[in-house]
């Protein structure tokens, strides 16, 4: 496991690439053609393969928003606040009814990756072994947790965002990236598969390309205010109400 320090790197941003803001408006308008093919959309099933790719740009994100962050608890609150906002929305976007305790919204999945790096951040200054030991329960815990409270993506959405973070202060971090993110959703995660060129893969699969973005991030924010961070968030309920709205209307 990567012993580098996770918030060390691109502690300057580097010209060009993605900017913070870019790549969250790439995730935001690939989560949009997901949620349009699950709600008025369902012919299309070139959004939802698209919309793979949303969820790690996601995770990532929260990785590198925990990294970056100057207050961390004021940062998981802000979390928090959003996931119980979002639930009901969630719920009806999803399961048809204000109140659906089996499935929670993604925000719940990122709080739960937060609070267990929150925990493994305490072991920074101890031992490098207690903190590999931290980490590495971290993400079995991760896993756990995410799948007994059934947030979106489960366990492997949590241990997503622990791979971006342990990754982060590696120069080859893209490598355990890859293959984190091929096992957890080419494998775990799977689901239907796709055939292209004469070869058969999970569509699930197709989240690995998220890696491509990414990857052109130089750490670079972007233009950024108060105003946009809260439109960022608050897009994720805003457009799943309206969805719903939208498919109610259409029967």
């Not at 058969?200 to 924010?221: D, S």
Request: aromatic content about 14%.
């Amino acid at each position: 496991m990567n012993t580098a320090d996770p918030t060390s790197t691109l502690s300057k941003a580097a010209p060009g690439g993605l900017s913070a803001l870019g790549l969250k408006l790439l995730a935001m308008a690939l989560m949009l053609c997901d949620h349009l093919w699950a709600s008025v959309a369902s012919d299309q099933a070139w959004l939802t393969h698209i919309g793979r790719i949303a969820f790690p740009i996601f995770a990532f994100q929260i990785a590198e928003g925990f990294a970056r962050t100057h207050d961390r608890k004021r940062y998981l609150l802000r979390m928090l606040a959003f996931a119980a906002v979002s639930e009901i929305p969630f719920n009806l976007f999803y399961a048809g009814t204000a109140v659906y305790p089996f499935h929670q919204n993604v925000m719940f999945t990122f709080v739960l990756a937060i609070l267990l790096l929150l925990g493994v951040e305490k072991f920074r200054a101890k031992r490098r072994i207690a903190y590999l030991l931290a980490a590495a329960a971290a993400v079995v815990l991760g896993y756990l947790l995410g799948t007994v409270t059934m947030v979106d993506y489960y366990g492997c959405g949590v241990v997503t965002v622990l791979l971006f973070y342990f990754c982060r202060g590696w120069k080859w971090g893209w490598l355990p990236e890859l293959a984190g993110l091929l096992y957890l959703n080419g494998v775990l995660l799977a689901g239907e598969e796709l055939t292209a060129f004469g070869v058969t893969f999970p569509e699930q699969g197709l989240a690995v390309l998220a890696l491509v973005p990414i990857l052109c991030y130089r750490g670079r924010q972007g233009p950024h205010s108060r105003a946009i961070q809260y439109a960022c968030y608050a897009f994720y309920p805003v457009h799943m109400l309206i969805l719903f709205l939208a498919q109610r209307a259409l029967g």
